[in-house]
């Protein structure tokens, strides 16, 4: 394969990852080791991408990851709902971590 049709390749698989995330959680993210892109490539394919979902994007690198965000999301009640679950389900596992802490600190198992 050429290196055109490599690049080509991974833009295509790109955006079509980043936007199976923007439609199920309203981002995309992933690791600078993982990229297979430059980072400035794989941010014009967000911004490529929401642009053709019409949706307004911000992209920007921090420490060792790359992101894109959905800056409406969420924009409808159907959104809303999976913001929400989400939300739910990140306190879920914290408490029931935190629970399972306690737990073993009073068993003395820690």
């Known amino acids: 394969m050429t290196d055109h049709r490599f690049a080509e390749r991974a833009r295509s ?12 959680v309203g981002s995309a993210q992933v690791y600078l080791s993982d990229l297979v892109l430059p980072v400035s490539e794989w ?26 965000r959905l800056r409406d999301w969420p ?22 971590r935190s629970i399972s802490l306690h737990a073993s600190e009073v068993d003395g198992s820690v």
């Open 43 to 68: 941010r014009r394919v967000a911004r490529h991408v929401a642009h053709g979902l019409g949706r307004p994007v911000e992209t920007l690198a921090v420490a060792d990851f790359v992101v894109a």
């Open 13 to 24: 698989v790109a955006a079509a990852d980043i936007r199976e995330r923007f439609e199920a």
């Open 75 to 96: 924009r409808d009640d159907a959104e809303q709902r999976i913001t929400e679950a989400r939300m739910r389900a990140a306190v879920d596992a914290v408490s029931s």
